[in-house]
Every structure is written in structure tokens, then in C-alpha cells.
């Protein structure tokens, strides 16, 4: 008779990337970008801080515009999907 067979735990972990926004006190919004890992089996996600540290770039204003933009967020508010657009600004830029 044979025995289980070993499956190693790295094929149960897999990378995602995390994209989401952060609204500063001046009313700009800095972008945060992680690496986070999954385990397959348990369904647990985690930040791996020092193997993949988080990437803030900004900022960002909200625009009207949708011809004219640098990022897009969408979201879902009671059924209707909305849209936010994003323009990246200088950071000495005063408004």
C-alpha cells in the first residue's frame, strides 16, 4: 500500500496585486499598490512586507473628464456600476 503523496505548500500560494487609493488632508488621493499572497486551501491573503513592500505614487485630484485621465476606479453602489476618474498632479502644484 501506498502512502499520500507530499504536495508541497508552495503551489498553494499564489500573488495578487492590491491596487487602492488613499485620500491625503489636502484632498489628493495617494496610490497604493501591494503584492499580497493567497493560500489556495485556507482562502487567507497577507502583505509579505520585505519581499514586497508597498508602492505609494501621487498625487492624485479627481477629474471630470473621462477623456483625460491617469487612473480609473470603478465601484458598485447599489447595483450601478460608477466610475472615478483620477489625474496625477506635481506634488508643488497648489490648488
Do not use: C, W
Amino acid at each position: 500500500m501506498g502512502g499520500k503523496a507530499g504536495i508541497s505548500r508552495e503551489y498553494d500560494q499564489f500573488e495578487e496585486t492590491v491596487i487602492s487609493f488613499r485620500r491625503e488632508a489636502d484632498n489628493t488621493y495617494t496610490k497604493i499598490v501591494k503584492v499580497m499572497s493567497r493560500d489556495r486551501s485556507t482562502g487567507a491573503i497577507r502583505h509579505l512586507k520585505r519581499k514586497n513592500p508597498a508602492i505609494e505614487t501621487g498625487p492624485y485630484v479627481i477629474t471630470q473628464d473621462s477623456n483625460d485621465f491617469d487612473e480609473k476606479m470603478e465601484y458598485e453602489l447599489d447595483g450601478v456600476m460608477n466610475y472615478v476618474f483620477l489625474k496625477r498632479v506635481d506634488g508643488d502644484e497648489s490648488r
